[in-house]
């Protein structure tokens, strides 16, 4: 009876030894980083919908002009030349303009992803490091 005693016991203590605080702090972090990088995520979606739709509208306006009617034959070969510039010019901007996006995304996931590597490594160092004060506490007081 008693070993059953000091075994229930010791696993009481081993569970005193961990803070839930701070399991919920870690776990909180965690969720905040997920929650910042879905607005990373979605921010970036957004800001390339936008992207997309205005390329398209501009490309729709370049189309509705270059099909116009012009009065002599040889203002056809102007505007198709015209038109080729403005979709060369419009692929060139968009292109750099998904670039930005993907760049800076890239930047902000990086700096979020070291972030809170950072504090849960802290936060699970903490945790760890007042489970060892609790082992070593009641070691001492066994002894």
């Known amino acids: ?4 005693q000091n075994t229930k016991s010791a696993a009481n203590d081993m569970q005193n030894l961990f803070d839930p605080k701070g399991y919920q702090d870690l776990f909180k972090t965690w969720g905040q980083t997920a929650e910042r990088m879905t ?6 979606a957004t800001r390339s919908s936008d ?11 370049n189309l509705r002009e270059v099909a116009q009617v012009r009065n002599e034959p040889a203002d056809y070969g102007k505007a198709y030349s015209d ?3 403005k979709q060369m010019d419009l692929f060139m901007r968009t292109a750099q ?27 699970a160092a903490a945790n760890v490091q007042g489970a060892a004060d609790k082992a070593t506490s009641a070691a001492n007081k066994a002894a």
């Open 1 to 4: 009876m008693a070993t059953k």
């Open 39 to 44: 607005a990373i995520s979605t921010e970036a």
């Open 51 to 61: 992207i997309a739709n205005d390329t398209a509208k501009e490309a729709f306006s």
């Open 83 to 85: 038109f080729a510039q």
């Open 97 to 123: 303009a998904f670039a930005t996006v993907s760049q800076n995304t890239a930047t902000e996931a990086t700096e979020l992803a070291s972030k809170a590597g950072e504090d849960m490594g802290q936060k």
